[in-house]
T-cell receptor, first 113, second 113 residues
Framework: KAGVTQTPRYLIKTRGQQVTLSCSPI?????VSWYQQTPGQGLQFLFE???????NKGNFPGRFSGRQFSNSRSEMNVSTLELGDSALYLC????????????FGPGTRLTVT | GQQLNQSPQSMFIQEGEDVSMNCTSS?????WLWYKQDPGEGPVLLIA???AGELTSNGRLTAQFGITRKDSFLNISASIPSDVGIYFC?????????????WGAGTKLIIKP
């Protein structure tokens, strides 16, 4: 069974640009959560999508948005990039959003210059 | 926002030594999760705890859910080189499906050569 995949793995963007990251969950999983990870900060929850609907949202500005497609694949978008957006963006999938069943992808490393 | 305090920040140990780390919260949690993250990978769930006082093992790893429900501990016995990585505690903030995982900043385990 294939794991969670994220594309691209690495990305370099310039301040002010926008970026779209993609996450393909494990087959059959309907929940996708997104996290931002910066050194020494742990993981910060961005949002969770379940059956194409945003079910939970963390404390991030509106520049961060996401969506989920009917096949459960999810994308997150960051507009008007700032230097502080440089981070590892992780997505996790689970069958129904259960706390103990999140499987993480390898992440997308975003660098904003 | 709500934070989990994880300590120590890093540990330098000799192969074969036992390791202890802990996580504390200012509020009560109903679930405690321990993850490990290797370089270039997403976190992997090690142990999940659901009940105050619960003690659960996974091989050489043992985790405990503190009786106050505000802390948890992870022990690794007889450490080996592949134990190197960052260990995170996490707990759900919310009720039922309306939750988000709150994460500690991680404990980095380094084995002295």
């Amino acid at each position: 069974k294939a794991g969670v995949t994220q594309t691209p793995r690495y990305l370099i963007k310039t301040r002010g640009q926008q970026v779209t990251l993609s996450c393909s969950p494990i087959s059959g999983h309907r929940s996708v959560s997104w996290y931002q990870q910066t050194p020494g900060q742990g993981l910060q929850f961005l949002f969770e999508y379940f059956s194409e609907t945003q079910r939970n949202k963390g404390n991030f500005p509106g520049r961060f948005s996401g969506r989920q497609f009917s096949n459960s694949r999810s994308e997150m978008n960051v507009s008007t990039l700032e230097l502080g957006d440089s981070a590892l963006y992780l997505c996790a999938s689970s069958l129904a959003g259960g706390v103990s069943e999140q499987y993480f992808g390898p992440g997308t490393r975003l660098t904003v210059t | 926002g709500q934070q989990l305090n994880q300590s120590p920040q890093s540990m330098f140990i000799q192969e074969g030594e036992d390791v202890s780390m802990n996580c504390t919260s200012s509020s009560i949690f109903n679930t405690w999760l321990w993850y490990k993250q290797d370089p270039g990978e997403g976190p992997v769930l090690l142990i999940a705890l659901y009940k105050a006082g619960e003690l659960t093992s996974n091989g050489r790893l043992t985790a405990q859910f503190g009786i106050t429900r505000k802390d948890s501990f992870l022990n690794i016995s007889a450490s080996i080189p592949s134990d190197v990585g960052i260990y995170f505690c996490a707990g759900p903030n919310g009720v039922d499906s309306n939750y988000q995982l709150i994460w500690g900043a991680g404990t980095k385990l380094i084995i002295k050569p």
